[in-house]
């Protein structure tokens, strides 16, 4: 029987799932003194968690998410949220948007293809799919006074302190710098887009009327949910599809069947793991009292391998019919950029199948995270 006072975060950084899976069955509601938090592991409960904000607020305290990028979205409730949720969600929800994404990212990826093709193997990780996600955010927001290298690591830095559960200061440090060089960038481009305004994401959040702290704190939550997802979705979706020599068969013959490999991995790997809150009161929650002012982390993960929801959760099916996922959230939280995360792992994908036939794997792949799951390298051969 688990023990849920053994459990750190360097157990689940490693592999989650079996832990979650034990958590889930024995104890789905659980306090976790090492991380300090409450883990939430069945799916009717993380649903409730996310679809109740009254009961559980994003308004943290402490908040690592506050902390690492300043107020956001996500560390706010109720009409503060929306008026931040629905002035900026236009550049990266509307049919526009998807229209402009689908028209300049196949050049983009091709260019990123030129340069690795002709060796006949990379590491997708590194040469493609971080790339690719960053180049996207940047045309997405017009953000054009950094390279997508400097992007990166920032992101990487964001992410270091968001998912800083166990209050290290050396991850703090490293957040820290991140999150004032990231400002400091934003700040200079904000000052050229006064001046010369165009039609993409910074541009559209000056012209709606956001402050300075507005826009830079929530591009900072911008950079760390819409970096690491398409990221690790495109290389997740990619490592599926090259262990399935049946799946990439079908796939290769019926470009149509991608959209339900790209669900199916959202599930099954849910590269964004948890959803933090907090408690408002005492709250009664899968027969366990949660007290007033607890953290709870909502773990999508979890919720997304449920038996209850799924039928045999732990294997991988791109035909289900149970329903949606949660791997983009659920509730007035809910990630504003899952349509163009969508398509950046589908078009992404599909580049890659179209340039280099006969893609597998040239390494055995480990997948690492808690927080942020995918491959730590996606070594590929082809040809």
Known sequence: MIDPTAITLADLERDPNPILAELRSQSPVAHVPNMDMWLITRWEDVVFVCEHPELFSANTDPSWLRECLGENMLTLDGERHDHLADGMRPPFAGSEAGRALR??????????????????????????AEPLANLTLLEALGFTTVTWQQLAGWCHGVITGIS????????????????????????????????????????????????RDEIVNNVRLMISGGINEPRDGVGL?????????????????????????????????????????????EVQLGGVTIPEGAIVAA????ANRDPARWTDPDVFNPDRGEGSHLAFSTGEHRCLGESLGRQQVR??????????????????????????????SLEVAWG
Do not use: C, W
């Open 103 to 128: 028209s300049s990212l196949p050049g983009m990826l091709d260019a990123l293809i030129d340069d690795f093709e002709d060796e006949g193997a990379t590491d997708l990780m590194t040469s493609y």
């Open 164 to 211: 800083n559960f166990e209050n290290d200061p050396g991850r703090a440090a490293i957040a820290s710098t991140a999150h004032r060089e990231l400002g400091e960038a934003l700040d200079r481009q904000l000052e050229v887009l006064r001046q010369t305004p165009d039609n993409r994401g910074l541009s559209h959040f000056l012209k709606a009327g956001f402050s």
């Open 237 to 281: 979706v990619m490592y599926v599809l090259m262990s399935d020599q049946e799946i990439l068969t079908a796939v290769e013959a019926d470009r149509s069947l991608l959209r339900k490999v790209v669900e199916e991995t959202f599930r099954y790997h849910t590269p964004v793991g948890t959803a933090t809150r907090q408690t408002t009161q």
């Open 299 to 302: 773990v999508l993960s979890a």
């Open 347 to 376: 078009i992404g994908v599909e580049r890659l199948l179209d340039r280099l036939p006969g893609l597998r794997l040239a390494e055995e792949v480990t997948l690492h995270g808690f927080e942020f799951r995918g491959p730590a």
